[in-house]
């Protein structure tokens, strides 16, 4: 059974820095590319970064690039977002997803991505 599980969300002044974590298990991890997506409030799921199963290809949404980081750590089956220079706009609860193992390719659709986890909370206050 496929678990994953996002920490390190909070609450931050604009400007600030924060790191999510999402740790997997259950799953073939070194094998299945990862996403990351956001929920605001009254607002559909969006994409907001992706990274392939080996770390050496990754997408970000247009909105983050230049300020979020996404990485792997396959030994730790682990991955991370750095969020820098966050805004109000950024306060959401952010998902750790994953693909089916083997998938070749990274998504921005969260159609593509059956494994999902809780969520961790991000307020970014003005």
């Known amino acids: 059974q496929a678990r994953l599980v996002e920490s390190g969300g909070g609450l931050v002044q604009a400007g600030g820095s924060l790191r999510l974590f999402c740790a997997a298990s259950?799953?073939?991890?070194?094998?299945?590319?990862m996403g990351w997506f956001r929920q605001a409030p009254g607002k559909e799921r969006e994409f907001v970064a992706a990274i392939s199963r080996t770390g050496g290809n990754t997408d970000y949404s247009d909105s983050v690039k230049g300020r979020f980081t996404i990485s792997r750590d396959s030994a730790k089956n682990a991955v991370s977002l750095q969020m820098n220079s966050l805004k109000p706009e950024d306060t959401a609860v952010y998902f750790c997803a994953a693909r089916v193992p083997f998938t070749l390719t990274i998504s921005r659709s969260r159609h593509e991505y059956p494994y999902w986890g809780q969520g961790t909370q991000v307020t970014v206050s003005s």
């Open positions: 259950g799953l073939s991890f070194s094998t299945s590319s």
